[in-house]
């Protein structure tokens, strides 16, 4: 003979019994105002740092070298890479301001969020804007035939800092930044709890 089926064990005198289905909670947690507080002073203190970026810059970029045959301008070797190694010097430094921002945010708020990665874009985008016109403003005039004139025909003299690929440069910080904060957050930082046989009928 089979056993009758048994009905599934029910806590005696529980009124919540059956339990009701489970109800679908919002995407994630709401952002609170302290989050975007903390994400503005994110966004500031990037922006902040982007002296010390254009400061750097000016130190350890090379230079391009000009003279002048008193009718024009020209490079003193036009086979040269300093104006390709400006680029570089600008990008690689970028890349190490974001990476540094990233590792600290991460390390001064482990538990992360949309703010905190805002911030990161956004002040490494504004850190990288003051950095280049820091850069531009400290650096050699850009008056190059006021400046040809000034140091006279035959005498070579540095030609301004510029950024032949200003675009990808300005978004080496903000993309360091990010990219370090998420693979961080994902590997180190905090997991939910595993939810009980019984927790997705709580109320």
């Known amino acids: 003979m089979t056993a009758p089926?048994?009905?599934?064990?029910?806590?005696?005198?529980?009124?919540?019994?059956?339990?009701?289905?489970?109800?679908?909670g919002p995407a994630g947690d709401p952002i609170t105002g302290a989050e975007v507080v903390q994400g503005l002073v994110v966004t500031a203190a990037s922006a902040i740092a982007g002296a010390v970026l254009g400061a750097l810059w000016v130190w350890l970029a090379p230079t391009v070298q000009l003279i002048s045959d008193g009718k024009g301008v020209y490079l003193r070797n036009s086979e040269g890479e300093a104006a390709i190694g400006a680029d570089g010097t600008f990008v690689l430094l970028a890349l190490a301001f974001g990476a540094v921002a990233g590792l600290v945010?991460?390390?001064?708020?482990?538990?992360?969020?949309?703010?905190?990665?805002?911030?990161?874009?956004?002040?490494?985008?504004?850190?990288?804007?003051?950095?280049?016109?820091?850069?531009?403003?400290?650096?050699?005039?850009?008056?190059?035939?006021?400046?040809?004139?000034?140091?006279?025909?035959?005498?070579?003299?540095?030609?301004?800092?510029?950024?032949?690929?200003?675009?990808?440069?300005?978004?080496?910080?903000?993309?360091?930044?990010?990219?370090?904060?998420?693979?961080?957050?994902?590997?180190?930082?905090?997991?939910?709890?595993?939810?009980?046989?019984?927790?997705?009928?709580?109320?």
């Open 5 to 24: 089926l048994t009905p599934p064990q029910q806590p005696p005198n529980d009124p919540a019994w059956p339990p009701p289905p489970p109800q679908q």
């Open 105 to 203: 945010v991460f390390l001064a708020r482990r538990k992360g969020g949309v703010p905190l990665v805002l911030g990161l874009a956004v002040g490494g985008v504004l850190g990288s804007l003051l950095a280049w016109w820091l850069g531009t403003t400290l650096g050699p005039t850009s008056d190059v035939v006021a400046h040809a004139k000034a140091v006279g025909p035959g005498v070579v003299f540095d030609a301004p800092l510029k950024l032949q690929m200003g675009a990808a440069a300005m978004l080496a910080w903000p993309l360091a930044a990010t990219i370090v904060h998420l693979v961080l957050t994902g590997i180190f930082g905090p997991r939910d709890p595993e939810p009980g046989p019984w927790e997705p009928y709580k109320r």
